[in-house]
């Protein structure tokens, strides 16, 4: 019944994301075997001894200790040296991990990870990545069980714990917002100057609508009678819009931004609408963020397997700092990793908002943002705000 219900909801919930044709990355090292062969030849000489045998045929007495004892004690000696080796080189027992994340910003601050996993850096976890290009491919896969962590948009998070019965929680907040009012000019530069025209947009009834509909209210916009939103039904039709319009104005998510401006030099970023979002909250005591991508866990899997699931957020912690940090590098992976093509990522990185928010300020972000999209629609949420046992804390 859970399985039919998210397929359902899914769709309608979560927030538009890149039709393009998803792929399976899998990193794993492999395990080293000990060598049966030195431990054989240790323990041939051990069966072998018979100490009693050897003191029976001696015949003078003096003699005997003399045989006794060099068959008694060198055995064993061979024995422990021969185990030893094989001890040390008998490798703990990896715990599996399989790992969804989304084409875009989603996924590119893990390919740092990604890297090293595939060099097979991480002993005590093999970490499978499966990168795809359709966010329906998501919810189907954590309930069944054959995805153990996801990087989802922050909405179907909350619609994911609430029609799961709790079994999903969220670990962290991967990606702040992505949404940018870019046009075809200069006509642009504030929010009240979006009135009176029409803007190419994608993602009707999901948290691109939703976000863009409370920075306009927040500027005493109306989004039905002030402005004219002109839906799409994915991203790539908004650009295409964009481009065909002398005087268009789009709002789009990086890459795509990118994407545009690589393909007409006049595309012009003029808001940023994660700036427009903080500056609504400034002075709030729980003021939240725009938030696009988070990443979840299904519940069993935390409780049985606490240290990897902190071992997880570390590493991924360490490759958020290395994307922001080395563009050039990063995007080489990005490319590498078949994310999103290199010259785009170099660009657009710096503008993905990639970032790694765990415990209260999870809570207090993500809680936040939550609240802002119930108020304007509660099915936007999976129909309630998750309870306290959505946020984890290590």
């Known amino acids: 019944m859970i399985r039919k219900k998210l397929l359902s909801v899914v769709l309608a919930a979560s927030m538009g994301v890149f039709a393009l044709a998803g792929c ?3 990193a794993s090292a492999p395990a080293e075997t000990a060598p049966v062969q030195e431990t054989a030849e240790a323990e041939a000489p051990a069966d072998e001894e018979a100490p009693a045998e050897e003191t029976a045929e001696a015949e003078p007495a003096e003699e005997a200790p003399e045989a006794e004892e060099p068959a008694a004690e060198e055995p064993a000696e061979e024995t422990a040296e021969a185990e030893t080796p094989a001890a040390e080189e008998t490798p703990a027992e990896k715990t599996a991990v399989n790992i969804m994340a989304l084409k875009g910003p989603t996924a590119m601050g893990m390919v740092k990870m990604m890297d090293e996993a595939a060099a097979g ?26 995805v153990d962590i996801a990087a989802v948009p922050a909405n179907l998070s909350s619609v994911l714990y609430n029609n799961t019965d709790g079994e999903i929680e969220v670990l962290a907040v991967n990606t702040l917002g992505i949404l940018y009012i870019v046009e075809n000019g200069d006509t642009v530069h504030s929010v009240e100057d979006l009135k009176g025209r029409t803007i190419y947009a994608s993602g009707k009834g999901a948290t691109p609508e939703y976000g863009l509909n ?27 819009a964009l481009l065909a319009d002398e005087d268009g104005i789009a709002m789009l998510p990086q890459p795509f931004v990118t994407t545009a401006q690589l393909q007409n030099e006049g595309i012009r970023v003029a808001l940023d609408l994660t700036a427009e979002w903080d500056a609504l909250q400034e002075g709030k005591e729980d003021a939240s963020s725009m938030i696009t991508g988070v990443v979840v866990a299904r519940r069993a899997f935390v409780e049985e ?7 997880f957020m570390d590493r991924y912690a360490a490759s958020v700092e290395f994307v922001n940090a080395n563009t050039d590098e990063a995007a080489a992976l990005v490319g590498g990793f078949e994310i999103i093509p290199e010259p785009v990522a170099k660009k657009a990185l ?12 999870l809570k207090a972000k993500l809680g936040g943002y939550l609240n802002v999209l119930f108020e304007q629609n509660p099915q936007a949420v999976g129909g309630a705000l998750p309870a306290e046992d959505f946020y984890y804390s290590r």
Not at 121 to 143: C, N, R, T, W
Not at 230 to 236: D, G, L, Y
Not at 350 to 361: Q, V, W
Request: proline fraction near 5%; include cysteine; charged fraction near 25%.
């Open 24 to 26: 399976t990355y899998t």
């Open 121 to 146: 850096e991480y002993a005590d976890a093999d970490y499978a990545f499966s990168i795809v290009g359709a966010i329906d491919e998501v919810p189907p896969a954590l309930v069944k069980g054959s």
């Open 214 to 240: 409370y920075i306009l209210d927040g500027y005493g916009i109306d989004s039905e009678s002030d402005v004219t939103i002109e839906w799409k039904s994915e991203h790539a039709e908004c650009l295409a």
């Open 305 to 311: 397997n606490p240290e990897v699931v902190s071992a």
């Open 350 to 361: 710096p503008a993905c908002n990639i970032t790694f928010i765990e415990g209260e300020e």
